[in-house]
T-cell receptor, first 114, second 111 residues
Framework: EAEVAQSPRYKITEKSQAVAFWCDPISGHATLYWYRQILGQGPELLVQFQDESVVDDSQLPKDRFSAERLKGVDSTLKIQPAELGDSAMYLC????????????FGEGSRLTVL | GDSVTQMEGPVTLSEEAFLTINCTYTATGYPSLFWYVQYPGEGLQLLLKATKADDKGSNKGFEATYRKETTSFHLEKGSVQVSDSAVYFCALNNAGNMLTFGGGTRLMVKP
């Protein structure tokens, strides 16, 4: 069964360092999402791509976060510099059609900032 | 803006007990409603959905009915199993925009 791949699964870094997460969506899925899930809370959307274009990044802290999906396939989410409050699970999801609400999630990348 | 409120957990039940997890929402228009489940160590996966009022979504013995009059989408299962232990998230999708999640409810089923 096709899956959304994410790496790394776990990342520990010190504050002020740079960190990057990678996501490979299910083949053929044009829409890709990055969510942040703080422990004990529900996921919150950071950025949404349709192919290589950003559709919604209104909740992305652009002073330190960036996201790209250059060829409309895999995607990278970067944080620079990392802050203590960035400790969370970063989830990538994809969907074949935008706007259906039927998302396929990866296992996530857990970030701990010390 | 849109929001989803779930009952706080953890919910602890014995095997074969009846499960209800409450979910209410606030949204303009006519959102679609979802339940996602996150098993330990795994990513979220869609459990069931309903796209209009009075629709009933069902899967794996779980059911939820879209109640517009009470703005609710409560999750139910008649007889839970230990393997149902997970975190359950209620969510809505409004006018094709982003999926808005509730805070999640952890279910623990004891044998």
């Amino acid at each position: 069964e096709a899956e959304v791949a994410q790496s790394p699964r776990y990342k520990i870094t010190e504050k002020s360092q740079a960190v990057a997460f990678w996501c490979d969506p299910i083949s053929g899925h044009a829409t890709l999402y990055w969510y942040r899930q703080i422990l004990g809370q529900g996921p919150e959307l950071l950025v949404q791509f349709q192919d290589e274009s950003v559709v919604d990044d209104s909740q992305l802290p652009k002073d330190r976060f960036s996201a790209e999906r250059l060829k409309g396939v895999d995607s990278t989410l970067k944080i620079q510099p990392a802050e203590l409050g960035d400790s969370a699970m970063y989830l990538c999801a994809s969907s074949f059609y935008r706007g259906t609400g039927e998302l396929f999630f990866g296992e996530g990348s857990r970030l701990t900032v010390l | 803006g849109d929001s989803v409120t779930q009952m706080e957990g953890p919910v602890t039940l014995s095997e074969e007990a009846f499960l209800t997890i409450n979910c209410t929402y606030t949204a303009t228009g006519y959102p679609s409603l979802f339940w996602y489940v996150q098993y330990p160590g795994e990513g979220l996966q869609l459990l069931l959905k309903a796209t209009k009022a009075d629709d009933k979504g069902s899967n794996k013995g779980f059911e939820a009915t879209y109640r517009k009059e009470t703005t609710s989408f409560h999750l139910e299962k008649g007889s839970v199993q230990v393997s149902d232990s997970a975190v359950y998230f209620c969510a809505l999708n409004n006018a094709g925009n982003m999926l808005t999640f509730g805070g999640g409810t952890r279910l623990m089923v004891k044998p």
